[in-house]
């Protein structure tokens, strides 16, 4: 999947669920929400996005951007993501996990059982 200004994402979440399972592959969202994370507020602000944002490799991004991504993942409208927002966006940016979640919701009860 590409952006407008031609940065290429793929994507791994569909492998990645595959390997770690979704337990492992959640606890991997929320380590990846701790690398973003403004340590004074406890969520991913615009601040803390663009600062560590060469750590997802992004770091061409613009500020325009870097503030539409948090708004984009900002369910509340407090102007920040807590952790839950940032894992839903993660999971509505791959087109593979959205195809699959269904699957895995019946594996999921199936080995509640």
Same mark, same amino acid.
């Given at each position: 999947?590409?952006?407008?200004? *031609? ?16 337990? *492992?592959? @959640?606890? +991997? ?6 690398? $973003?994370?403004? +340590? ?6 615009? +601040? ?16 325009? +951007? ?8 900002? $369910? ?7 952790? @839950?927002?940032?894992?839903? $966006? ?5 087109? *593979?996990? @959205? @195809?699959?979640?269904?699957?895995? $919701? ?8």
């Amino acid at each position: 999947m590409a952006s407008r200004n *031609g940065i290429v994402f793929e994507d791994f979440f569909p492998a990645m669920v595959d390997k770690l399972g979704a337990e *492992g592959f @959640m606890k +991997e969202l929320s380590n990846g929400f701790q690398l $973003l994370v403004d +340590e004074d507020r406890g969520m991913i602000t615009f +601040e803390s996005l663009k600062r560590n944002s060469a750590l997802l490799g992004l770091q061409e991004m613009s500020d325009d +951007e870097v503030k539409c991504m948090v708004r984009e993942g900002d $369910l509340d409208g407090d102007g920040a993501l807590n952790e @839950m927002e940032f894992c839903t $966006l993660m999971f509505r940016l791959s087109p *593979g996990l @959205m @195809m699959n979640s269904t699957k895995w $919701l019946v594996e999921a009860i199936i080995s509640e059982m």
